[in-house]
């Protein structure tokens, strides 16, 4: 996996930097008129590649995230010394996406041969099925998002970089990109609770959502670690780390208390319980607290 910014997605192995030094990774975005009104982003996910390295266009993506809104940063380097990349944007099909909306786009106006430019697409949440009532926000879905690079390519000369035609406005074209994933966990803020046992018993089981899953692993550690990655949420009083397993007595279950801050502004726990099972792999017996039943219903669907 790659490292995160801020917090972990699917895939990440997650190292946070909520220290006082460290850099708000969205800072760029507060001064992009288009994007500046959407206030201060409470995530910001790891960097995930778009294409292969070795490719004449290297894209990757950063999922910046507000409350009711997704900002995609798109990183673009051109890598051919007899072209220039003007008017580059990521084109995002939402036509079989239900909850989200396209809002803006902002173009990077000029990349030259090794240089590396940024693009945004803005998306809106969408409410897909009445939860605002009672929680006060949107809920996100999960959604799977085609994309494919836009520019006009203008023709340069490789040892001055000037365009070979002045007046050329450059030749439309596309490329394409991998699918940009987007998860309910990408909304969630690893956010320390203090006391975990006092938060947990103070939230009561009005929200509480229990649920039991079979993983498919064979080692206590990668299922824990699926489970965080799975979540995006901040382990508590040293559970992360499973005990060594005594080879001789039988096999322990190992218990991870979680907590977050979903949509930067709703306390999220978890008390997941992991045991080894020769049949099925990994068994997780997993209970959600939030104040909101829909949150810890769509906490608990982060499992997959």
Request: net charge negative.
């Amino acid at each position: 996996g790659s490292e995160e910014a801020s917090s972990s997605g699917p895939g990440s192995s997650g190292s946070d930097s909520h220290s006082a030094a460290s850099v708000d990774p969205a800072e760029h975005l507060y001064k992009i008129p288009e994007l500046a009104a959407l206030g201060r982003a409470f995530r910001s996910s790891a960097e995930t590649s778009l294409t292969e390295t070795e490719m004449e266009y290297v894209v990757s993506v950063v999922k910046h995230v507000f409350v009711g809104h997704v900002v995609l940063q798109f990183n673009v380097l051109n890598t051919l010394d007899d072209q220039q990349l003007r008017d580059v944007t990521v084109d995002v099909d939402l036509s079989d996406c239900e909850g989200y909306r396209l809002e803006s786009v902002v173009p990077a106006p000029l990349a030259r041969y090794g240089e590396q430019v940024r693009c945004f697409v803005s998306l809106a949440v969408e409410e897909t099925d009445g939860d605002k009532e009672e929680v006060g926000f949107e809920l996100p879905g999960a959604a799977s998002l085609p994309c494919e690079l836009h520019f006009k390519m203008v023709q340069v000369d490789p040892t001055s970089g000037e365009p070979d035609n002045k007046a050329s406005k450059g030749f439309d074209e596309e490329y394409p990109l991998e699918v940009v994933e987007l998860t309910p966990s990408d909304f969630m803020a690893k956010i320390p609770s203090g006391d975990f046992r006092r938060c947990w018993d103070s939230m009561g089981t009005d929200g509480e959502v229990l649920e039991k899953f079979a993983l498919q692993f064979k080692k206590l550690e990668d299922a824990v670690q699926a489970v965080l990655d799975f979540l995006g949420m901040q382990p508590m009083d040293g559970t992360a780390v499973v005990a060594p397993a005594d080879t001789a007595g039988p096999k322990k279950p190992h218990t991870l208390h979680l907590s977050g801050l979903f949509m930067g502004s709703m306390p999220v726990h978890v008390r997941a319980q992991l045991q080894m099972d020769d049949a099925s792999g990994v068994v997780l017996k997993m209970a959600v607290r939030s104040p909101s039943k829909p949150v810890s219903q769509l906490v608990a669907e982060c499992i997959r």
